[in-house]
């Protein structure tokens, strides 16, 4: 199948809660063109990105079934909370990956480093990169309400009240066309779902809450930005209002607290049921956002009683998408993993089309909820076959699975299949919700007050909102998963083969060894090259002066001896020594061993009159003491 025949509801990301509401199955590949389709090698990506299989759970257990296997032991895979990595917002190696706790994603490398470097080295690597993109949309919509502060109730928060802010006064009146969300050109248009849910959910909020009339045969709210609507202080299927944590729960109306109101209903309340969140549900998920004190100028960590706290609405969808890029490895000469570091993640320069990756999924027929589909890399001579779906393209979205998998439930062995649209699952079915109370780990932030003051930070729009799902998502798939695959080639190109079959180790990577060397920066020697400029100049025109016979070195030789202070004084004191011109081999042999005396230091009268100069026979200065006396050389 051509490229250009693949819908978005056959290769977009793993939304959740089920991303394909059309071409929501597909065909499955015989085994002989799977085990091709998961191995291929022959593409445009060099051979150090990972492969779908290499792609395992970090933990494993033997598992038994009586329906599976005439119940003979089989491979499970296991999630268990490791070291969380949320609050690194780092690029760091962990244990077969690389995550990125800045912006949201993972890579897949089956770590190996340089041995015996003197002095470290730096090496480039493609890895197969796979990140969470989500997109929060405001439903403008808040939840009010008063932290009491009481120690003796479960429920610390009073006065709450649902505001519109422009979610039923500004919703638009006409129904979300199918097309503005449901693209086919591969790549899902993540903002028009969260809007469409976000519509739903406020249209169907309205109703609940009487805020709509008929005019017309259309359904108009009544509402106005400002207004309010008060709600019971119950809570329903998990979700009640607390200040020190963030909310993600699925789009179910479970803010409006509707069974505790059941019995006040009217016969318009009465037609609006958790079902018909139902359809908002499938697009995408999540209410969320952490509370902010109305109180202050800036969001409050303090939580006193009688303060006023404001919680936002944000719908959200998200997808996830595999991509490979190049990652720039340093290291020092310890070879210790914890010493390696990232510098740097690029994306991978295509010149044109045909250098791009070629990405696949089975063609297969069966339901999303009953199967997960194997995707991958391919090589290209399966680019035209039929049991595939290809694409050439720099990013590959996810295919859907069942919305009910989640980490907690792995009941097999087929990691790269399934862990993905688990984890996505996880994220907003369990993470700041029940796992959050069960599990060894909360993402909630209510018992992490630095996760709590992140989360705070993040949910003040819908754009830095859903970092928090995308980074909650990264430390799952942390959790769950490791690459096994080795960077090492066997042949790499400039390595003598026959160095292979000497060498201990199981192959060769090139990389680039530091090396020490001084190097001056040329800036510092600004004022010695300004000396040199002056020197030079000078010695220019010294050579002009000679080479015009303005003079000779003898001259020149002439002067200095006549002008040098010993020569002057000894032809003042003693004249009939040598004569003025005498070579400097007979002044230094005749005038040179004579003394002369100076005056001691002090010995200057101040201007108070004549005072008789010292003796040169007695030797006796101004002060008494004995005048300085130098012997000229």
Request: hydrophobic share 40%.
């Amino acid at each position: 199948m051509d490229s250009s025949d693949i819908t978005v509801g056959q290769v977009s990301g793993a939304i959740a809660f089920a991303a394909f509401l059309v071409a929501s199955t597909l065909q499955l590949a015989i085994v002989v063109v799977l085990v091709g389709f998961l191995r291929g090698k022959n593409n445009a990506v060099t051979w150090s990105a990972i492969r779908l299989l290499d792609i395992q759970y970090r933990q494993w257990a033997h598992s038994k079934e009586l329906l599976v296997d005439d119940g003979k032991d089989f491979i499970t895979g296991k999630f268990r909370v490791l070291d969380s990595l949320v609050l690194h917002d780092a690029i760091e190696p962990v244990e077969g990956l690389v995550v990125d706790s800045k912006k949201g994603r993972v890579a897949f490398r089956n770590h190996t480093v340089p041995a015996e470097l003197r002095n470290g080295a730096t090496w480039w690597e493609d890895l197969l990169w796979v990140e969470p993109v989500t997109t929060c949309v405001n439903t403008n919509l808040s939840l009010h309400f008063t932290y009491n502060g009481s120690a003796s109730s479960s429920n610390q928060v009073t006065d709450k009240y649902l505001q519109d802010d422009g979610g039923f006064a500004s919703l638009a009146r006409d129904y979300p066309h199918r097309g503005l969300w449901n693209n086919t050109d591969g790549v899902p248009d993540l903002q028009a779902r969260a809007y469409k849910a976000a519509w739903l959910s406020n249209g169907n909020s309205a109703r609940f809450l009487n805020a709509t009339f008929i005019d017309r045969d259309r359904r108009l709210t009544n509402s106005t930005i400002g207004m309010t609507f008060p709600i019971g202080n119950n809570s329903y299927n998990g979700y009640s209002v607390d200040p020190t944590a963030i909310k993600i729960t699925p789009i179910d109306g479970a803010f409006l607290d509707l069974f505790s109101r059941s019995s006040n209903m009217t016969a318009q309340d009465a037609v609006v049921t958790r079902r018909n969140f139902s359809d908002a549900e499938l697009l995408c998920a999540g209410y969320g956002g952490a509370d902010v004190s109305k109180d202050v100028n800036l969001a409050s960590l303090i939580f006193d009683p009688g303060t006023k706290w404001t919680q936002s609405l944000y719908v959200c969808a998200s997808g996830v998408r595999a991509s490979i890029k190049r990652v720039h490895f340093t290291i020092n000469n310890t070879a210790l993993l914890s010493d390696t570091r990232i510098e740097k993640v690029l994306e991978r320069d295509h010149p044109d089309p045909a250098s791009m990756p070629l990405w696949a999924v089975e063609n297969s027929d069966l339901n999303i909820s009953d199967v997960s589909l194997a995707w991958g890399l391919v090589g290209d001579e399966y680019e035209r076959a039929a049991s595939l779906l290809t694409r050439r393209s720099k990013d590959f979205w996810l295919p859907a699975a069942s919305p009910v998998l989640e980490l907690t439930g792995v009941v097999d062995s087929f990691a790269g299949a399934k862990v993905f649209s688990a984890a996505l699952n996880s994220v907003y079915n369990l993470a700041a919700t029940s796992m959050g109370d069960s599990a060894a780990i909360s993402y909630s932030g209510k018992d992490n007050f630095a996760m709590f003051a992140k989360w705070q930070q993040l949910s003040q729009a819908p754009d830095t909102a859903s970092r928090i799902i995308n980074l909650i998502y990264t430390d799952l798939l942390a959790f769950a998963t490791v690459g096994t695959k080795s960077v090492f080639s066997t042949s790499p190109q400039g390595v003598d083969p026959s160095l292979s079959a000497q060498s201990p180790s199981t192959g060769f990577r090139e990389v680039q060894e530091y090396v020490h060397r001084i190097q001056y920066n040329l800036l510092f020697a600004i004022p010695a090259f300004a000396v040199l400029f002056l020197w030079m100049c000078i010695l220019v025109t010294a050579v002009v002066l000679w080479a015009a016979r303005r003079f000779t070195l003898r001259q020149l030789r002439h002067l200095l001896n006549q002008t040098a202070m010993g020569r002057v004084t000894t032809n003042l004191l003693h004249p009939g020594l040598t004569a003025p011109d005498a070579p400097t081999s007979i002044w230094v042999e005749k005038a040179g061993p004579v003394h002369l005396y100076v005056p001691a230091y002090g010995g200057f009268s101040g201007g108070q009159g004549d005072q008789e100069s010292p003796s040169r026979e007695s030797g006796e200065g101004v002060l008494g003491n004995r005048d300085s006396r130098v012997t000229v050389t």
